[in-house]
């Protein structure tokens, strides 16, 4: 793959591949389903992976292929695969690693729709799930069965930012023949990359920081080596998972500023928690980069920030979690995250609904549980916007 010895910044701007004949500064939108070929034979070469050349945009897109490199090359892997949205990542692993009679081990705190799929439709098709606090090395080790082909990691979590030590986690899987796979989604390649740390792949929500804008829905699962990607290649294919190339030409140009957008929101989200932490009607407040958070040796070591999610209650409970958010006045509620606007939402009554009283209780996501997503508005503003609604709660 080009570029692998540019700097982070630096693939952001000039990283994936993309050749275009005009010219063209960046990349350009191919909005078409289909390509034509120069002969029968062309076609038939094409088809039986003997000749470059791209065939039908569910199959591959040179807009889509040029935001696929460029992420392979941001998390260091050997390829990228673009999807319509977060779930299609986050689906395409289950379907290309789990058959019938498979078992996997996941995060019990991830995000809702991804604990509820396995709970259901793979539960249907007879795949067996446990869900662990993988924060505790131990509680996986026991959940690991002859059957556990997957162990599936969210950290941060969504939505109570605990930390999962990756590479004691790939090491002990490693160790039973069993593949990790983790959702990135909260640091984004700029703050953690797990395939360097022993993970298998890496998946993305792309509706969050990697897009950073509000205005797509996506997602990329980078694979670390050939034999993966095709498996899990081929898996988006035929289920029609595929990203469509507007939405790729996006992400491509809200990914540009990953870092930078990144850098002003924790630097903001870090002032915020502190405020948070000392403000007389909060009862806890969950950041990395606070002292108090239990895994903040390990966040110092394991990602290069801390990112800008930050979770806490209010000593008033839910009623006074609902005040709050209905009292927010620069702060949107709404949810998603990872973008420019900072967003409040509360996770029990919305992104985790679905999910179980005991799969909630077992995660810790408790009824006054307030999820604060931090955007590159002035801190200053975010703080009095938080002020004049605390007072209200
Ligand atoms: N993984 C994580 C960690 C997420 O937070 C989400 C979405 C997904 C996967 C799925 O991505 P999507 O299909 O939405 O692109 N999380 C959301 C949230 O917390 N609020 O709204 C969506």
């Known amino acids: 793959m080009k570029n692998k010895n540019i700097g982070f910044n630096s693939k952001l701007i000039h990283g994936g591949e993309f050749n275009d004949a005009l010219g063209s500064a960046t990349v350009p939108i191919y909005q078409t389903s289909t390509f034509k070929f120069n002969s029968a034979e062309h076609g038939a070469a094409c088809f039986a992976g003997e000749s470059d050349g791209y065939i039908y945009t569910r199959i591959g897109n040179p807009t889509i292929h040029a935001l696929e490199t460029l992420l392979a090359e941001l998390e260091n892997g050997f390829g990228g695969i673009a999807t319509s949205s977060g ?7 289950y379907g290309a690693m789990l058959s019938q009679g498979d078992h996997i081990i996941s995060s019990a705190a991830v995000y809702g729709p991804s604990r509820v799929v396995l709970e259901t439709y793979y539960k249907k098709f007879g795949i067996d799930s446990s869900f662990v606090n993988t924060a505790d090395i131990e509680e996986v080790r026991r959940a690991i069965r002859p059957e556990t082909k997957l162990l599936y990691i969210e950290t941060p979590s ?9 590479k004691a986690c790939c090491e002990l899987a490693h160790e039973f023949g069993i ?6 989604t909260f640091c984004s390649p700029y703050l953690q990359r797990p395939l360097e740390l022993g993970a298998d792949i ?13 205005d797509i829905v996506g997602g990329v699962v980078v694979a670390k080596d050939e034999a993966l990607y095709k498996k899990l290649r081929s898996v988006m294919v035929t289920l ?26 924790q630097e903001s989200a870090m002032k915020i928690a502190t405020y948070l932490e000392n403000h007389p009607k909060i009862s806890w407040v ?17 990602m290069d920030g801390f990112g800008s999610m930050i979770s806490f209650e209010l000593k008033g409970g839910i009623e006074a979690g609902r005040k709050l958010m209905n009292s927010v006045q620069m702060a949107i509620l709404a949810v998603s995250l990872g973008g420019v606007e900072t967003l409040i939402q509360h996770p029990a009554s919305m992104t985790h609904s679905k999910v179980s009283a005991e799969g909630k209780e077992k ?14 508005e002035d801190v200053a503003d975010l703080i009095a916007d938080l002020e004049q609604a605390l007072e209200k709660s």
Do not use: C, W
């Open 87 to 93: 779930m299609g990542a986050v689906n395409t692993v």
């Open 240 to 265: 029609g998972f595929n990203m469509d190339p507007h939405q790729a030409y996006l992400v491509i140009r809200g990914v540009k500023t990953l870092s930078i957008r990144i850098d002003r929101a």
């Open 179 to 184: 593949a990790v796979a983790v959702d990135n």
């Open 286 to 302: 969950r950041f990395p980069g606070l002292v108090s958070h239990p895994q903040h040796e390990l966040a110092k070591t394991q």
């Open 363 to 376: 995660a810790g996501i408790t009824d006054g549980l307030v999820r604060y997503s931090v955007g590159i």
């Open 158 to 166: 969504n939505p109570t930012i605990e930390i999962t030590d990756l």
């Open 202 to 214: 890496v998946l993305h929500s792309l509706t969050k920081f990697i897009n950073g804008h509000a």
